[in-house]
């Protein structure tokens, strides 16, 4: 079955209105350029020419009226819609998971198995939803770029992400997966291809739909070049220790990331104001402290010590400073 087709029936299939790509209508759009509907009359007399000839070269310009007219402002709206849904959703999922796991609340929903069960299935379907949306993305994209033979496609993906609304980015992806694998059977996985796996001793959370499309989340914070410890997201999607993020941003602990002058960048991409909407990311810090045990161990006797140090020069700092020393 045509992957068209595949996510026409996925999305039909939902139980609740969910926003998702146009498919059929953006192929429309282009179908408009392989039919000569973009072309000015004089081209359009040389490519019916060239296709009675069989040698079809004039294919659609790169500055293209009818798709970059349509077909990017159609897309660019309906991806807007796709990540504000997802994000929204995920969030309220985890924060109500979080929520839960706290005193007799806790006792109360342990004693019920549906609650438990309607958050990992409403989890994993999200995670199917972004995966697949995704995907679609990808490809009709690259559909674009066949057709026009140019690279526009690949260029409007990158500008998407730099409006941070590329749907891998989100940070509530990663945490829905570590939700799954922390409530789910560790018999089972969302599905085929999705765990927590190691390679030399680095672990990456990994996720594969269609056994063709597979998404690779590398665990190690590019700082300090260990296991993310008390990780955080920045909103370029890319992850750090909490205390060596705030280190990279000039800010300590106690102030937090949201202190960070808006001019610093992020290490790795070098994207400026990406530390003030950081989100902790606290269903990944719960897996990999059960799965890292002698790790997590040292690393948190560490981390205390930091802190305890930054918390005392903070306060000394503000003392001296009341007192016009």
């Not at 998702?20 to 009359?41: A, D, H, Q, T, V």
């Not at 309607?118 to 989890?123: H, M």
């Not at 690393?299 to 700092?317: F, P």
Request: proline share 4%.
């Amino acid at each position: 079955m045509k992957f068209c087709k595949t996510y026409q029936n996925y999305m039909q299939g939902q139980e609740e209105k969910l926003p998702g790509l146009e498919f059929k209508k953006l192929k429309k759009i282009m179908k408009k350029c392989r039919s000569g509907g973009c072309y000015s009359p004089i081209m359009l007399i040389n490519h019916n020419n060239n296709i009675n000839n069989n040698n079809p070269t004039i294919k659609c310009p790169i500055q293209c009226p009818v798709c970059d007219g349509s077909f990017f402002p159609s897309l660019l709206n309906e991806l807007l819609e796709v990540v504000g849904c997802f994000n929204q959703r995920a969030q309220h999922l985890l924060e109500l998971h979080l929520s839960s796991n706290s005193g007799f609340k806790k006792y109360l929903l342990c004693l019920s198995k549906s609650h438990h069960n309607s958050i990992t299935q409403e989890g994993k379907d999200l995670v199917i939803y972004a995966l697949i949306n995704a995907v679609a993305t990808r490809k009709i994209l690259k559909k674009y770029d066949k057709i026009h033979d140019s690279k526009q496609g690949q260029l409007f993906k990158s500008q998407v992400q730099a409006m941070h609304k590329e749907i891998l980015q989100s940070p509530w992806l990663i945490e829905l997966m570590a939700l799954y694998i922390n409530t789910g059977d560790p018999k089972s996985s969302l599905f085929d291809g999705c765990c927590l796996t190691f390679k030399d001793g680095k672990p990456s959370l990994t996720c594969q739909i269609f056994n063709s499309y597979k998404v690779d989340i590398d665990l190690t914070c590019s700082i300090c070049l260990d296991t993310v410890f008390d990780p955080v997201a920045l909103t370029c999607g890319h992850v750090f220790c909490y205390t060596c993020s705030c280190s990279a941003a000039s800010v300590t602990i106690v102030d937090g990331l949201k202190a960070t002058d808006p001019k610093e960048k992020c290490p790795l991409c070098r994207e400026k104001g990406v530390h003030e909407g950081g989100v902790h990311l606290e269903e990944l810090n719960i897996l990999l402290g059960q799965r890292c045990k002698e790790y997590w161990k040292e690393r948190l006797r560490m981390e205390r010590v930091e802190r305890v140090r930054q918390a005392k020069e903070h306060w000394e700092s503000v003392c001296r400073a009341a007192m016009g020393i």
